[in-house]
């Protein structure tokens, strides 16, 4: 009986995990690995080019073209011997060389490389896996995005590479790197996506894809291609303690890459989007505060006056988070979408604000680089200004006049109550609040005295309220603070 028992179960299990198999075949199935990727190499390869500039600079200059943050890419650099005999002697100028990686995206000489990679040289030659070799001209360039597109007059069809959709790439998906590293040429390395949306603090803009596929000094520029051939990142940076390849690099994603490349081509420079808002990152205390089920989204800050978001009807305490029918996740994407929106278009952008969900209408405007915000226009109410001062939550609240608006100067259009002392103590403190910042509003509502302060925060207590949403000027800078009320 027992045996029968133990086979049936058997049977059943086995027709179970093969039915399982044949339901979730299509899902769990991953690409396979290529046997090899020589066919790949041979159609690709004639298209990636090796970028060799030039710069004469002065002597006791350090190299040019300092890739954008340490111990990422850096370039070769060729330097004159010194001459050691007269060492007092005016230090003449002398030529700097530096390679980088490239390719081509258009027959008609159209090449994609870093920024950094010919940024302030003198001279730009391509050279091709053929051994031709052609002097370019920069179209344009973009040192947000760290982004070059460069052009050459080949007087013949030229081999090119096409872009992919990088909005399809996964975390384990099989990729391969062509470039110069080290100086060696025409050289091909592979493995997988590590990570996607990544950032590294680079700039406004940060999504890159991170691999573990061989990247070196060289390399920058260089093309990321799927199994597809298709080009789905540009090698940028990498992490690497030694100088070497440990396995962490990143390519800016071909979806960024095409729509900054599309633009320089056209117009010589980038055209992107600008709302007109300064935001923040919703921490998960602040997610309570403003109503949210979760920490995500874009809190708004600052509204500019004349502004996009000010004429659509954004307001400061909106926490944005759906622009242009995409989900804003975290506040850093916030940036990176409305760059990539077209100018003039009209969007629209849902906020939640005071906890309740409200669609907005914002036509978008056009970014001027480098971006220069006025402060905000800002709720204000009147009250009479005393010299008293209110002691709550661990905070000395004092009201602002003449003499503490010079001693912490502070603007005369900054209305609120100025924290003049702080107990380390506190929960206070510790949410980042100092002596010298000013409150100006309370649970979203404006205050211009420490009593308003001091009677909005007790309100809050006795609505069960375990933090406070309050807004501070720090300096200039604006922001919002979860204040908890636990003391």
């Not at 949210?292 to 509204?303: C, F, I, K, Q, R």
């Not at 978001?309 to 996740?329: E, H, M, Y």
């Amino acid at each position: 009986m027992t045996v029968l028992m133990q086979h049936s179960f058997s049977r059943f299990a086995l027709a179970f995990l093969v039915t399982f198999a044949v339901l979730f075949s299509d899902t769990l199935q991953a690409r396979p690995a290529p046997d090899g990727f020589a066919d790949l190499a041979e159609r690709l390869m004639p298209a990636v080019v090796n970028i060799s500039t030039s710069q004469m600079v002065d002597g006791r200059m350090a190299r040019p073209g300092q890739p954008p943050f340490n111990d990422f890419f850096e370039e070769f650099f060729r330097r004159a011997p010194r001459n050691r005999n007269t060492p007092n002697a005016p230090t003449p100028k002398r030529k700097v060389s530096s390679l980088g990686s490239g390719f081509v995206i258009d027959p008609d000489g159209i090449i994609i490389t870093n920024n950094h990679v010919i940024e302030d040289a003198d001279e730009i030659v391509v050279n091709f896996s053929d051994g031709t070799k052609y002097d370019a001209t920069i179209l344009g360039r973009d040192p947000k995005t760290d982004l070059a597109v460069l052009k050459v007059n080949a007087k013949r069809q030229l081999p090119f590479v096409p872009m992919g959709d990088s909005s399809k790439s996964r975390v384990g998906d099989w990729v391969i790197a062509i470039g110069n590293p080290f100086g060696l040429g025409g050289s091909l390395t592979a493995g997988i996506i590590s990570a996607i949306n990544r950032d590294i603090n680079s700039g406004p803009y940060d999504s890159f894809i991170q691999t573990d596929t061989a990247i070196n000094k060289g390399n920058s520029g260089g093309p990321l291609f799927n199994l597809d051939g298709e080009v789905i990142g540009v090698n940028s940076a990498i992490i690497s303690p030694s100088g070497g390849s440990v396995g962490i690099g990143f390519s800016i994603p071909s979806n960024l890459v095409q729509t900054v490349a599309g633009q320089l081509r056209e117009y010589g420079e980038t055209r992107r989007g600008w709302l007109g808002v300064r935001i923040q990152a919703v921490t998960e205390d602040l997610a309570e505060s403003l109503g949210l089920d979760e920490p995500a989204g874009a809190l708004v800050s600052e509204v500019s006056p004349d502004g996009p978001a000010a004429k659509g009807g954004v307001q400061v305490g909106d926490v944005i988070v759906r622009f242009d029918g995409r989900k804003v996740p975290e506040m850093r994407d916030l940036p990176r979408i409305v760059a990539e929106t077209e100018i003039d278009k009209e969007v629209k952008v849902d906020v939640v604000r005071r906890g309740a969900k409200k669609s907005l209408e914002i036509v978008i405007g056009r970014l001027e680089e480098p971006e220069i915000e006025d402060a905000s226009a800002r709720r204000s109410e009147d009250a009479p200004e005393s010299n008293g001062t209110t002691q709550v939550n661990g905070l000395t609240l004092r009201n602002l006049n003449d003499e503490t608006r010079q001693r912490f100067a502070i603007e005369d259009d900054v209305k609120g109550a100025l924290v003049e002392d702080i107990d380390p103590e506190s929960a206070a403190y510790d949410s980042g609040i100092r002596p010298g910042d000013v409150i100006t509003e309370v649970d979203q509502q404006a205050v211009t005295n420490a009593e308003g302060v001091a009677t909005r925060l007790k309100a809050a207590k006795e609505d069960g309220k375990n933090s406070v949403l309050i807004f501070i000027v720090s300096d200039g800078v604006k922001r919002f603070i979860a204040l908890p009320l636990n003391d």
